[in-house]
């Protein structure tokens, strides 16, 4: 498996990383070096193979809805790199 | 002082030997002389190591100690810790102060240990030589052109250096046995769910477990002890009791079963470690166990699933980092695609960059059915594999690295070359297995370790096994030169 810059540039902005154009040409022989590790299980025959999502099989407990943390918005927003009353500020978002 | 096992060090503190100030002071000092040569310590927590240690020496006096009062022990820089930074290896994180502890700090802490800093390690628990940390690379006490292996690199180079009795670790593919083999210490991987996730930052959770690194099985086994069990905060974590592990470390070994599978064999592994780890399964059989050949055939397949499914899992942990809530967040941005793109790309290194990219590319619409679940698929082919192997032996070892500790900036312009020295180490996380590692003789001056695999929460059997080899050998005493 190949891939060239213009698919790093999709992949970077589906996973919003604004990477450095002068570093693309780089990651994309990295990618295609990985993948084509990957491809090695093209060889197996998965037919009838139940996917493992799970190492333990567990299924999913259920816990009773009733809240069980304090509010705690203090300590979390004093991390954020900005906030105002309470509220997390971004970028303006509609004009 | 720094030689002393965790079952003496607690014996001596309960006499008044010396107090656990003066031990932690002792530590301290270690740190602050010789970590200049290695880097193992992000944050080094002085004064809240020495308020612990006068809490611990009260509590000492009153004659209610906990198990591990008062002994000083490391965290990963992985696990949330209240007050004290968790950088998590990461520029993205080098603000971060975590407004709660990870379950296993507070249940250590609740044992009583007194916690010293936060280790080195590669960023995001991403690497195998612990070079992709914003705060540099560790350095192998054994040899400090060398890597400490990763990602826990930072917790094995402080245990191998004495710089700390114990430390914690998390392996996702090998980041705690891995390390533990290139530094010469014992390091056990838990059961998939044994020991909780929670305040333990992810990367892949699916395969992420906690455990500890130490000098010996025994000394591994208290700390365990403390460590383990169920966590109701953590979705994941197993609901299944927790035996004693110090009790079952004498237990009898003869006629114990060992499977050596002969993929673990082959080509790649360098014929001086075979030749080492195929001395400490002889001891093994001269200890009474009987040795089997097995075959685990889907196990080559680890690496290309292994890198499908964390990284895929990662992609999806990772998205929560965008600069908005906490982390690092960009200068001035534009827009908001702005500001998550530049903080992101600020914030994270290359490794964690490429591993992202691999994550989202697999995950994206039309290539689901190709990578995610064709990987997990085999995933289960690679679980039956053990399975079928566990009904023949009741333990399974092998190396647990292809070789010795390799010099620093050897493989970090090839990172496939660097993900095949997890070759022996994925599978058991695949499976959700517990493994250790442990040190075996030496090849040119740097450790080896022998890879124990057991079945699933069968710890007490793996430290036992360990533990044995440990009480006939003297292997996992060596200490580097210039730590000792």
């Known amino acids: ?95 | 002082m720094q030689n002393k096992s965790i079952a003496q060090l607690a014996a001596d503190l309960r006499l008044r030997t010396y107090s656990s100030v003066e031990l932690t002071r002792h530590y301290l000092d270690r740190i602050e002389r010789l970590d200049p040569r290695l880097n193992s310590f992000i944050t080094v927590a002085s004064e809240s190591a020495l308020a612990a240690a006068e809490r611990a020496d009260r509590v000492l006096k009153s004659g209610d100690a906990g198990p591990l009062t008062g002994i000083p022990i490391a965290h990963k820089d992985i696990f949330c810790t209240q007050g004290l930074r968790t950088s998590c290896g990461s520029r993205m994180l080098d603000n971060f102060i975590a407004p709660y502890d990870a379950t296993v700090v507070e249940k250590l802490a609740a044992a009583g240990a007194v916690v010293l800093g936060k280790t080195n390690m590669d960023e995001f628990a991403m690497g195998s030589s612990n070079e992709t940390s914003f705060y540099g690379p560790v350095h192998n006490p054994w040899d400090q052109t060398r890597v400490p292996g990763g990602s826990s690199g930072g917790s094995a180079a402080a245990v191998a250096a004495r710089l700390c009795p114990v430390a914690t670790g998390t392996d996702t593919g090998g980041s705690i046995r891995q390390p533990a083999a290139l530094c010469g210490i014992t390091g056990i991987k838990p059961t998939y769910g044994r020991c909780s996730r929670w305040g333990m930052i992810a990367f892949a959770s699916s395969l992420d477990q906690a455990g500890v690194m130490a000098r010996s099985a025994a000394d591994a086994a208290f700390i365990l002890d403390e460590m383990a069990g169920f966590d109701p905060r953590d979705s994941t974590s197993a609901d299944v009791p927790v035996p004693d592990y110090v009790d079952a470390l004498d237990d009898d070994i003869k006629g114990l079963r060992i499977g050596l599978p002969k993929e673990y064999f082959g080509a790649g592994l360098d014929g001086r470690v075979a030749a080492v780890i195929q001395d400490a399964i002889k001891e093994y059989e001269r200890l009474g166990a009987e040795i089997h050949e097995i075959s685990l055939p889907n196990s080559p397949l680890s690496v290309p699933v292994y890198y499908v499914v964390a990284p895929a899992e990662c992609s999806s942990n990772l998205a929560r980092f965008d600069g908005v809530r906490y982390g690092h967040r960009c200068e001035n941005p534009r827009d908001l695609e702005d500001l998550y793109k530049r903080s992101r790309a600020e914030g994270f290194g290359a490794e964690v960059q490429r591993r992202i990219m691999i994550g989202t590319y697999v995950l994206s619409a039309g290539y689901y059915d190709a990578y995610y679940l064709k990987a997990q698929k085999i995933r289960h082919l690679i679980a039956e594999d053990f399975k079928r192997a566990f009904d023949k032996v009741d333990v399974i070892m092998g190396p647990t690295s292809p070789t010795t500790a390799f010099p620093i900036g050897d493989k970090m312009d090839d990172p496939v070359a660097m993900y095949l020295n997890d070759i022996y180490t994925i599978a058991t996380n695949l499976a959700g297995l517990p493994g250790m590692s442990i040190p075996v003789e030496p090849v040119d001056g740097l450790p080896v370790g022998l890879q124990i695999i057991g079945n699933y929460f069968e710890e007490a059997r793996l430290l036992n096994v360990a533990h044995r080899f440990q009480h006939a050998t003297h292997w996992h005493q060596a200490a580097p030169a210039g730590f000792e």
């Open chain 1, 1 to 95: 498996m190949s891939l060239d810059s213009s698919d790093i540039e999709k992949i970077a902005h589906l996973a919003r990383l604004g990477i450095d154009p002068e570093r693309t040409a780089r990651y994309a022989a990295d990618l295609s070096n990985i993948l084509d590790l990957v491809a090695r299980m093209d060889a197996v025959d998965t037919a009838g193979v139940d996917p493992m999502a799970h190492p333990l099989h567990m299924v999913q407990r259920l816990r009773p809805d009733q809240p069980s943390e304090p509010d705690q918005r203090e300590p979390f927003q004093s991390i954020a790199p900005l906030t105002e009353g309470g509220l997390y500020l971004v970028p303006k978002v509609i004009e």
